[in-house]
């Protein structure tokens, strides 16, 4: 007798075929949509880094007071007609900073089409008079702008213009009290350990170097209401009065 086939073996390949030809669907469907997405980002990546849409077409420049926009625009040489997304920002920043009144400089991409580059001058701290000119320093003891004419401000006169002397001057700047500020007409410095602050009234102060600042800046409201012309608090443990 000839046996005949199982119909749950049929049903077992129905069922195989049927997987099989639904997975390959899938993976063609998978195929379909990556394909479609990468040809996307393509497109995108085209508009964002070569085509026209974002191309740089204008610089605006802010924060400038010593230096001048066109000056900024010279110096940054922004590559005009550029996509922003690729826009050389270190380079510009590195152009910039070499200024000697530039302290920081932040770039921002205002999309389409303008770069802006906002300028961070330097903060005078004095003034150094040097012959018939006046130099201004900052905090870091650096000189970043000469002027013919003084402007409102401590000034100093000192025996070089060696950053670290300079910086001293500054730090001793940056500790005195708000009103000892407004009283002095002038600090001198023959060393960076001979700093000397004179007031508007005659009075000095011997501040020796730039070492226990604010220790010595403690000192001051209580000597200065004290008889005497010079105020000694270079050795601020052992404060004098003359």
Do not use: C
Not at 18 to 39: D, P
Not at 96 to 107: Q, R, S, Y
Not at 136 to 145: C, E, L, M, Q, T
Not at 190 to 218: F, H
Request: zero cysteines; aromatic letters at 4%.
């Amino acid at each position: 007798m000839t046996a005949t086939p199982s119909s749950g073996r049929t049903d077992l390949g129905a069922k195989l075929d049927l997987r099989n030809k639904t997975q390959r669907r899938i993976r063609r469907r998978r195929g379909a949509i990556v394909g479609a997405v990468l040809v996307v980002l393509a497109v995108l990546a085209w508009v964002v880094f070569a085509s026209s849409a974002l191309e740089t077409r204008e610089v605006v420049v802010s924060g400038t007071q010593l230096t001048t926009p066109e000056e900024i625009i010279s110096t940054a040489k922004v590559p005009l007609g550029m996509p922003l997304t690729r826009i050389p920002a270190d380079s510009i920043r590195q152009r910039l900073l070499a200024l000697p009144e530039i302290e920081d400089v932040v770039l921002h991409r205002n999309w389409p089409h303008e770069l802006g580059i906002e300028v961070i001058e330097r903060t005078m701290v004095y003034q150094r008079i040097n012959g018939d000119s006046y130099q201004w320093v900052d905090a870091s003891g650096k000189i970043f702008h000469t002027a013919t004419d003084p402007v409102e401000g401590i000034l100093a006169d000192t025996a070089s213009d060696e950053q670290r002397m300079l910086a001293d001057i500054a730090a001793t700047v940056g500790a005195l009290p708000t009103d000892v500020v407004e009283q002095t007409s002038q600090i001198s410095a023959a060393t960076i350990d001979q700093i000397v602050i004179e007031l508007a009234d005659g009075r000095q102060i011997v501040w020796g170097n730039s070492g226990q600042a604010e220790l010595k800046a403690a000192l001051l409201p209580v000597l200065l209401a004290e008889p005497g012309t010079v105020f000694d608090v270079s050795s601020p443990g052992h404060p004098a009065i003359r």
